[in-house]
C-alpha cells in the first residue's frame, strides 16, 4: 500500500544542523532546541543523493523514574532498522512499505498511514515537500512490541532519519523529533521522551511540548554508566499503562517528584551516577500505579538494589526494568538477580542486556549511490 505525501505550506523551524552535538549545556544556563510545531520546507524539491540508505535508531528509555513525560534517554547496541529505497514502481510522493521484519511482523500493519515508520516518512516528505519520487520501505524490528523500551519511537526515528538522508539531510533534528511526533501521538500519545532521544541520543529534556523545546543534557564523556535493561515475556501496551495513573496528583507527591526530577537532572550532568540512581528510584507519582500491573516488578526492584544497583525503576511503560550501575561486570551480576526475581515472584521468563549510553541517536549505517 502507498501513501501519497502532499506538501502544504510550512513554516521554518530553526535548524541547529551546522552544530548537531552542542556544547556541555549547564543549569544555570541551559541552551534551548526550540522547535515550532510548522515546518516550512524549500520551494525548490530536493532531489535524491542515494538510490537506497540504511539507517538504525537505538532502543530508549523514558521517563527515568520521576520524570514522566518529560525525560528520556537513548541506550546503545540495542534498536530498529529501516533500509529505504528510490522505487519506479511506486507512485511519486508516495510511499510504500514493502516488508517488515524481526520477532513478530504480523502484529504490524504494512499501511504507511498506521505504521510507526509510515507515518515519520510522510511527515519528513511533507516537510521536504517530495513530490516526483516514490520511495519503498523496509523495516527491520530489532526491540519487541510493548516493552517499554520506545519500540514504535525507534521505527519513526529510523524511518525519518531515513528520509532525509535520501534527500541529502535538509532537515534538523529537532524537525525530524516533529516528524516522529506525529507518529507517536496516532501510535501511543502526545508524548517526545522516546523519539526525542531516539533520534538526538543522550540524555533530552522536554521543557515544553507547545511549542515544543528539547533541553539535551550532556552526561561527562568520562563517566561510566551502565543500563541493565530486564525485559520480562509479557507485554504492557503505552495506552493500557497510561490508563492506570492518576488524575490528580497531591501536593506532597508533586513537591517530591519534583526534587527528584532536579536531582537527577544534577546528576546527569555531574556524572553522579550514583545520584542519578537515586532519583531513577524514587517515583512516588507513576511508578506505584504501574509497578503492581507487572507481576513480580517491586520484586525485582528490590534484588536489583541489593544486588548494588545504584537504583532501578521501570523504563518507559515497561514491562522492562531498568537499574543502573557504573560497572558492566557489576550490571551482568545484578540483571542474573533481576531475572530471578521475575520469575520467583511474577513466573515470567525473563533476559537481560546490559548497555551504555548511546549519545548518537538515529543514524545512517549504509548507503548506495
Request: charged share 20%; hydrophobic share 45%.
Amino acid at each position: 500500500m502507498a501513501t501519497t505525501c502532499y506538501s502544504p505550506t510550512f513554516k521554518l523551524a530553526a535548524s541547529n544542523r551546522t552544530n548537531p552535538h552542542p556544547g556541555p549545556v549547564f543549569l544555570s544556563s541551559p541552551k534551548l532546541l526550540r522547535c515550532p510545531f510548522i515546518v516550512r520546507c524549500s520551494s525548490r524539491e530536493p532531489e535524491p543523493v542515494f538510490t537506497s540508505v540504511r539507517s538504525f535508531a537505538p532502543a530508549t528509555v523514558a521517563n527515568l523514574g520521576p520524570g514522566f513525560d518529560f525525560l528520556g534517554c537513548a541506550v546503545d547496541g540495542i534498536g530498529d532498522h529501516v533500509t529505504l529505497c528510490v522505487d519506479p514502481q511506486v507512485h511519486p510522493g508516495e510511499i510504500s512499505i514493502a516488508e517488515i521484519t524481526g520477532p513478530t511482523p504480523s502484529k504490524l500493519t504494512r499501511d504507511p498511514l498506521w505504521n510507526c515508520a509510515g507515518i515519520a516518512a510522510i511527515e519528513v516528505m511533507k516537510m521536504l515537500g517530495i513530490r516526483k519520487v516514490g520511495l519503498s520501505l523496509t523495516l527491520e524490528k530489532g526491540l519487541p512490541l510493548g516493552s517499554g523500551l520506545g519500540s514504535s519511537a525507534a521505527s519513526a526515528a529510523a524511518a525519518a532519519v531515513a528520509v532525509n538522508e535520501i534527500f541529502g539531510g535538509k532537515l534538523s533534528q529537532e524537525e525530524l523529533v516533529l516528524a516522529g511526533l506525529k507518529s507517536e501521538e496516532k501510535v501511543s500519545g502526545y508524548h517526545a521522551d522516546n523519539v526525542a532521544p531516539a533520534i538526538m541520543g543522550g540524555f533530552i529534556l522536554i521543557r515544553s511540548y507547545e511549542p515544543l523545546e528539547l533541553l539535551r543534557l550532556r552526561f561527562p564523556e568520562e563517566a561510566e554508566l551502565f543500563f541493565v535493561l530486564v525485559s520480562p515475556e509479557f507485554e504492557a501496551p503505552t495506552k493500557k499503562m497510561r490508563a492506570a495513573l492518576p488524575g490528580e496528583v497531591g501536593m506532597p507527591h508533586h513537591v517530591w517528584n519534583c526534587s527528584q526530577a532536579g536531582a537527577l537532572v544534577a546528576g546527569v550532568l555531574t556524572g553522579d551516577v550514583e545520584g542519578l540512581g537515586k532519583a531513577l528510584s524514587s517515583d512516588k507519582i507513576v511508578e506505584p500505579r504501574r509497578a503492581p500491573l507487572i507481576p513480580g516488578m517491586e520484586a525485582v526492584k528490590r534484588a536489583a538494589i541489593q544486588a548494588g544497583a545504584f537504583g532501578c525503576t521501570i523504563s518507559g511503560a515497561g514491562p522492562t526494568a531498568v537499574a543502573l550501575i557504573d560497572s558492566e561486570s557489576k550490571g551482568e551480576a545484578i540483571g542474573k538477580r533481576m531475572v530471578e526475581a521475575f520469575w520467583a515472584e511474577g513466573s515470567l521468563p525473563a533476559s537481560a542486556v546490559v548497555r551504555r549510553l548511546d549519545r548518537v541517536g538515529a543514524r545512517l549505517v549504509g548507503m548506495s549511490s
